[in-house]
């Protein structure tokens, strides 16, 4: 049996606001054992137990980043990148980019769009210890319409049998959700625009349907306001972008708003460490943007923490930077935290992670500072656990 006791001057387990000052987390065998005050945690743990003690140091559960993209590079071009690439080069490639996803404190990652059923292998070797890296959720070929937002992935699908057949061989390559490009994007020359669906809602209907047989839940990215609409009757789990998009700009709707929030459907407002350029390439659209999230927040939406990494300026090793998107808009730190952790780990259906509390997986990070008086402590990554396996950032 492998113990390790953790101890810290603040330990945030987990929701917003919940803290224990000079506390500890007893892990055990990959999972939480104890977690309080570390007299308490000391006790539990008996006198032999190895212990990592973190002076000024914050323990809190591991970041999530519920959008990513592994077999991307965030260069200026990463579609020809991946399009063109070796399978085993993009894979080495995708496994350097996992070690910075965990080296910046994130543990679990839900990679949204690869080629080949690359994250799925990637992700079988990190489970098994081969690599280090976060815990992957992977999506394998997102569905997209022929010529559609990311065609090139290869998951090209224009009639309703061509995507039972898809999403079966989605299932078959071991993926763990189904990824829809409801919507048009930006990243693809001459495919539909943002603002233009991708699918129809019965076709939605039916991804969302064919999706649960295989006990899969769907992410759909959705920019268009009418597509919003159609991934949430649809049943979606999650809605990535969710920018309201119209050809005319921009179209909020607060009583779809409250439907997602009411049926707590995780909004994954994606933005990267660069969003200053992001709000300046928007234009005349940026205000609306803002505007479009602090309503959402007002409907009591559940946002979760996702950068896109991989897309153009999208870094692995920048998670903050998208946090402190939100801290701009006057989200607070402890609601950013859970943001990052427990409502990303709701939405992701993923029971075991996302709060320290006995019995979960030890995902684990250890920061210097505190976040809840500073968001950038979470830059200041000093130890991490994914699964209890150790990871000291480079
Ligand atoms: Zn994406």
């Not at 119209?246 to 607060?254: I, M, P, S, T």
Request: aromatic share 4%; with cysteine.
């Amino acid at each position: 049996m492998s113990a390790l006791l953790l101890s810290g001057s603040r330990v945030l387990v987990g929701p917003a606001g919940e803290f224990v000052d000079d506390g500890a987390v007893l892990v055990e065998d990959g999972v939480i054992r104890a977690v309080g005050p570390r007299q308490d945690v000391e006790r539990v743990a008996g006198p032999g137990t190895p212990r990592r003690v973190f002076p000024g140091g914050t323990i809190l559960p591991g970041l999530i980043d519920s959008h990513v993209h592994l077999a991307f590079d965030s260069s200026a071009d990463p579609l020809t990148a991946v399009a063109d690439a070796d399978p085993a080069k993009l894979l080495l490639g995708m496994a350097g980019r996992a070690q910075q996803l965990v080296s910046a404190g994130v543990t679990t990652a839900r990679d949204l769009g690869d080629r080949d059923a690359l994250s799925v292998v990637l992700r079988d070797a990190i489970a098994a210890g081969t690599l280090a890296g976060p815990r992957i959720l992977a999506a394998t070929s997102p569905l997209t319409c022929p010529g559609g937002h990311c065609g090139f992935l290869g998951g090209e699908v224009g009639t309703d049998a061509e995507i039972r057949e898809r999403i079966k061989r989605v299932a078959v390559e071991g993926a763990d959700l189904v990824k829809v490009m409801a919507s048009g994007g930006a990243l693809t020359p001459g495919g539909p625009r943002m603002w233009e669906p991708q699918f129809t809602a019965a076709q939605l209907r039916l991804i969302v349907a064919q999706a649960a047989g295989y006990g899969l839940g769907v992410a759909a990215h959705a920019h268009g306001t009418d597509t919003i609409a159609h991934c949430v009757e649809a049943g979606v789990r999650t809605l990535e972008h969710c920018s309201w998009r119209v050809e005319a700009g921009l179209r909020y709707d607060h009583d779809l708003a409250r439907e997602i929030a009411a049926r707590r459907i995780g909004v994954c407002r994606c933005v990267s460490g660069d969003w200053r350029l992001f709000l300046t390439q928007l234009g005349p659209n940026a205000d609306a943007l803002v505007d479009s999230i602090r309503r959402m927040r007002e409907a009591g939406v559940l946002f979760i923490a996702g950068t896109d990494a991989g897309v153009p300026g999208a870094r692995f090793d920048d998670y903050v930077g998208m946090l402190e998107f939100f801290a701009e808009l006057g989200f607070g730190n402890a609601e950013i935290v859970d943001m990052a952790t427990v409502n990303a780990a709701e939405a992701l259906d993923l029971r075991d992670t996302g709060r320290l509390a006995a019995g979960l997986r030890a995902d684990v990070l250890v920061v210097r500072g505190d976040p809840l008086t500073d968001l950038s402590a979470l830059r200041d990554v000093e130890f991490v656990l994914t699964g209890g396996r150790a990871h000291v950032p480079a």
